[in-house]
DNA sequence: AATACCGTTGACGCTTACGTCATGAGAACG
DNA sequence: CGTTCTCATGACGTAAGCGTCAACGGTATT
């Protein structure tokens, strides 16, 4: 059943990520996918675990970091403890994603600045010149 | 006068860089100190390009993409089309920092839901169950 | 002269997250 | 049986931007 057990190909269209991808994961102790022979196969662990690796990599967070995530939550026994833990990595992880929207937001009230200003010297230059 | 001509530790000591990258950005051909006998010069010419690199920098150009920017300019005849030129990157780059921001923006909002979220998981573990 | 600095040129190291080969095994098709 | 797929492993390549030696040269001070 493609449902419980996927293929590296099923996995890739899946997700929208490459073979190399998974393996890399794998390689990362991301994902621990069961083999059949040679081939791996992906369980539904993977695939809950390789959603939250991409949700993590949106929030920017690093796969070394997104795995002591993941660990801490199989890992782990006393889950408040560990709910408590990632809570506050993810409240800091929101800080420096606010830090980083301000510092953008700057360079983006600063090359507007500068670009209106290229564009005003670029009027003067193109403006036909008065003989004095 | 050190006003015009600056040592690489004066440099440093103004811009805030290290040797290494003042070095670097040479090997680049960023900028291109003179030589008094071993040792670099760096001209009012080099001091320029190094603002305008480190500003380059905040806005997320690449070196290469600065060094483009900074040849055209003391390359370039014909001003005015260099300049257009020099505002259509600019303009690029500009709609690039907003994607980036809006990506930001979703990012934390995603992640603000999620840990609002997880606090109240948090807090209904936390809370003392009624027996039923 | 010896020590202490400042400067120089290589050249390798490092980070992150994979891409890209080279090579080979095993299965399916005609 | 030969070709073609899919998959596997391993190793090197890439991008950016420097950090960090190593080994050496000239200058200034003691």
């Known amino acids: 059943m493609t449902d419980t057990l996927m293929t590296i190909r099923e996995m890739c269209d899946a997700y929208d990520v490459t073979p190399r991808t998974l393996r890399f994961y794998e390689s990362k102790e991301l994902l621990s996918p069961i083999r059949q022979g040679q081939k791996r196969l992906f369980t539904h662990r ?4 390789l959603t939250l690796i991409l949700r993590g990599k949106r929030f920017g967070f690093s796969l070394e970091q997104i795995r002591q995530l993941l660990d801490m939550w199989d890992g782990g026994r006393g889950q408040v403890a560990q709910l408590d833990r990632t809570i506050e990595v993810g ?3 929101l800080d420096e994603l606010r830090r980083q929207r301000d510092e953008l937001d700057n360079a983006i009230e600063d090359l507007q600045g500068q670009l209106s200003g290229a ?3 670029l009027d003067a230059m193109r403006t036909p010149h008065a003989a004095e």
């Open 46 to 49: 993977d695939r809950a675990r």
């Open 91 to 93: 409240r800091e992880r």
């Open 119 to 121: 564009e005003r010297m």
